[in-house]
């Protein structure tokens, strides 16, 4: 594995401090060599890392570093993720007409450069920013286009996080018992392949168990 494959393994597995370590390595060696996708991937990978801390504004400023870069060289391909994490910033921040408009970007671009893999991953990250603005059924639409263009794309990787969205939609629909069993079952994926969510999907996760804590606590 190269340093960037490293440090997002690391990143995947909770190996918070190593995935930093290896992103500022990258960085530096990417400097040295003028590899800038190398550099564009380690501003990023910290980007993710200062997320996962909960500096969120960190991540924006990463974020916009790193997308400088991509169109200061034309290189309109290496956008694709500083772009995502300025969605996801956004997102966190709970700026979410900046969100909608980042994730519909990404989306757009993702397509232009033949990704559909992240064209099914930002369909479902708008899908929580409508949920999020009220607005279900639009949300709900969101989550069934990503899961089609997951699976008709072969993106396995995605499986647990499609879970996580059918268990945000079993509680939509008020069946708190078939969220709660989904959500376990993406916790146990996870758990399977050695890794944690993202950290834009675990507040997402906690939202709908603190959800969950409440049907519970119910009265009724």
């Given at each position: 594995m190269?340093?960037?494959?490293?440090?997002l393994?690391?990143?995947?597995s909770g190996?918070?401090?190593e995935?930093?370590?290896?992103?500022?390595?990258?960085i530096?060696?990417?400097?040295?060599?003028?590899?800038l996708?190398?550099e564009?991937?380690?501003?990023?990978?910290?980007?993710?890392?200062?997320?996962?801390?909960g500096?969120?504004s960190?991540v924006?400023?990463?974020?916009e570093?790193?997308?400088?870069?991509a169109?200061q060289?034309?290189?309109?391909?290496?956008?694709r993720?500083?772009?995502?994490?300025?969605a996801v910033?956004?997102?966190?921040?709970?700026?979410?007409?900046?969100?909608?408009?980042l994730?519909?970007?990404?989306?757009d671009?993702?397509r232009?450069?033949?990704?559909e893999?992240m064209?099914?991953a930002?369909?479902r990250?708008?899908?929580?920013?409508?949920?999020?603005?009220g607005?279900?059924a639009?949300?709900?639409?969101l989550?069934?286009t990503s899961a089609?263009?997951?699976?008709?794309?072969?993106?396995?990787?995605?499986?647990p996080?499609?879970l996580?969205?059918?268990?945000?939609l079993?509680?939509?629909?008020?069946d708190a018992?078939?969220a709660?069993?989904l959500l376990?079952?993406?916790?146990?994926l996870f758990?399977?392949?050695?890794?944690?969510?993202?950290p834009d999907d675990?507040?997402?996760?906690e939202?709908?168990?603190s959800?969950?804590r409440?049907?519970?606590s119910?009265?009724?």
């Open positions: 190269n340093l960037y494959e490293r440090g393994a690391a990143f995947r190996a918070t401090d995935a930093a370590t290896l992103a500022a390595e990258l530096a060696t990417s400097r040295a060599a003028g590899d996708a190398g564009i991937g380690g501003l990023c990978m910290l980007g993710r890392v200062a997320l996962r801390r500096e969120v960190r924006a400023e990463l974020a570093e790193a997308r400088d870069l169109r060289n034309k290189e309109s391909r290496l956008e993720m500083p772009l995502h994490l300025q910033a956004a997102r966190m921040q709970g700026d979410l007409g900046s969100a909608r408009k994730y519909r970007e990404s989306i671009l993702s232009r450069l033949g990704e893999r064209v099914a930002e369909h990250n708008l899908a929580y920013v409508e949920l999020h603005d607005n279900a639009e949300a709900r639409e989550f069934s089609n263009l997951a699976r008709a794309s072969g993106y396995d990787a995605l499986e996080y499609l996580l969205d059918s268990a945000v079993a509680l939509e629909m008020g018992a078939r709660g069993r376990a079952e993406t916790d146990s758990a399977a392949a050695g890794q944690i969510p993202d675990a507040a997402e996760a939202w709908i168990r959800r969950l409440g049907v519970v119910d009265p009724e």
